[in-house]
């Protein structure tokens, strides 16, 4: 594919950048996800944030607002942000296909995981997203986010928590998916919390890292 910022003036002007591209986005037909969404949901956040936040997709909240991590599972990433005092507005926030992927289950529409040509169309987005905002560091949120960007085989249970080299000397890591952790009760909840708290400290000490060589 070529480049999509190619009408794009100003190439350094990440904000133009990103707006073009959202423009792109939002007319989008490179697979039946379109036939059905609502909006897309393209991103947020602050693009000169050394840290990028990539989800899986949006669900039935995002798609009614088209804004990424609404709802129950948003609150919960919000949350866990707090806990290491970051806000979104300090992060770039956005997910590996920008429309909602669903199946009609009991008269009604139910989120599916997205499929791997589906993930495919998109990705040209997410990388034109990651050239524009250059991050340092990459937290995927789940597994169809680290099997798209640090290893198709990645399994979320055996390989969170550890940190990968992409293109660029980007550090990515992957941690559970807030959706993930909503749904554990007794014990797993615990653990789990547990596990997401210490990636979250590790990604937030080589954020303070990055920021501090800012100066």
């Not at 990440?14 to 073009?20: G, P, Y």
């Not at 970051?86 to 989120?111: F, I, P, S």
Request: aromatic share 6%; hydrophobic share 35%; glycine share 10%.
């Amino acid at each position: 594919m070529d480049s999509l910022f190619d009408s794009a003036e100003g190439g350094e002007d990440r904000e133009s950048r990103l707006a073009e591209l959202a423009r792109q986005v939002a007319v989008c037909t490179r697979c039946d996800l379109a036939l059905s969404r609502t909006n897309t949901v393209f991103g947020t956040g602050d693009p000169h944030s050394p840290l990028m936040l990539v989800g899986e997709g949006p669900g039935e909240n995002e798609d009614a607002t088209g804004l990424p991590f609404v709802g129950r599972a948003g609150k919960l990433l919000d949350d866990i942000l707090a806990a290491v005092e970051l806000t979104r507005d300090q992060v770039y926030l956005t997910n590996t296909v920008k429309c909602r992927a669903a199946v009609e289950e009991g008269g009604r529409m139910k989120n599916r995981p997205p499929r791997t040509g589906e993930i495919r169309a998109c990705n040209p987005y997410l990388e034109a997203q990651m050239e524009a905002v250059k991050p340092e560091i990459i937290l995927c949120l789940g597994g169809p986010a680290a099997k798209t960007l640090i290893d198709k085989n990645f399994r979320i249970t055996k390989d969170r928590g550890k940190w990968h080299e992409l293109a660029g000397g980007v550090k990515a890591m992957a941690t559970f998916h807030p959706a993930y952790i909503l749904r554990q009760r007794g014990d797993d909840l615990k653990q789990t919390k547990r596990l997401v708290w210490k990636d979250v400290q590790a990604v937030y000490a080589e954020y303070q890292k990055a920021m501090e060589a800012r100066g």
